[in-house]
């Protein structure tokens, strides 16, 4: 009976490795959608914008 609880929490892991690799994935896609110059401008933005809160 013990031996169910290791294969059951085994399994969630392995579910968890699977789902964190498929919204991995999902991200890496949406952020290749972008084109270069796009990042590149937004990148530019949030770097003005980070110079500007600096005390």
Known sequence: MESN???VLGLAGVASVVATGAVIARN???RRAYPPD???DRL???HAKAQ???P
Do not use: G, V
Request: hydrophobic share 25%; aromatic share 14%; glycine share 0%.
């Open 5 to 7: 609880w290791w294969k």
């Open 28 to 30: 890496e896609r949406q």
């Open 44 to 46: 530019h933005a949030r």
């Open 38 to 40: 796009e990042i590149r």
């Open 52 to 54: 500007q809160n600096r």
